[in-house]
Nanobody, 121 residues
Framework: QVQLVESGGGLVQPGGSLRLSCAAS????????MGWYRQAPGKQRELVARITTGGNTRYADSVKGRFTISRDNAKNTVYLQMNSLKPEDTAVYYC???????????????WGQGTQVTVSS
């Protein structure tokens, strides 16, 4: 069984910073990519940032230059450093991972439970 546990959300003023962490644990054979998505009330879940094992990254246009995704492969952990936060960044942030739980299993996407980020004065 695989678990993704997020941490680091909270309330921050506009212009502030937060750092999210997500650790994957359990039966993990290989992780291909990890990423962060977010979902604001009344909106669809959207990609925020994604990083492969090799370090290739992809960002939503709305966060480029403000957010940085990084990864510690040895710890199966992904981070999201969020700077210059705006009220429109308010959402539940979800971690996900594309991984194989065993050498003979097909890749599967696992999700964390989500962590609330609120940007407000």
């Amino acid at each position: 069984q695989v678990q993704l546990v997020e941490s680091g959300g909270g309330l921050v003023q506009p212009g502030g910073s937060l750092r999210l962490s997500c650790a994957a644990s359990g039966s993990i054979f290989s992780i291909y990519a990890m990423g962060w998505y977010r979902q604001a009330p009344g909106k669809q879940r959207e990609l925020v940032a994604r990083i492969t094992t090799g370090g290739n990254t992809r960002y939503a246009d709305s966060v480029k230059g403000r957010f940085t995704i990084s990864r510690d492969n040895a710890k199966n952990t992904v981070y999201l450093q969020m700077n210059s936060l705006k009220p429109e960044d308010t959402a539940v942030y979800y971690c996900n991972a594309d991984l194989m739980a065993g050498p003979s299993q097909s890749p599967y996407t696992y999700w964390g439970q989500g962590t609330q980020v609120t940007v407000s004065s």
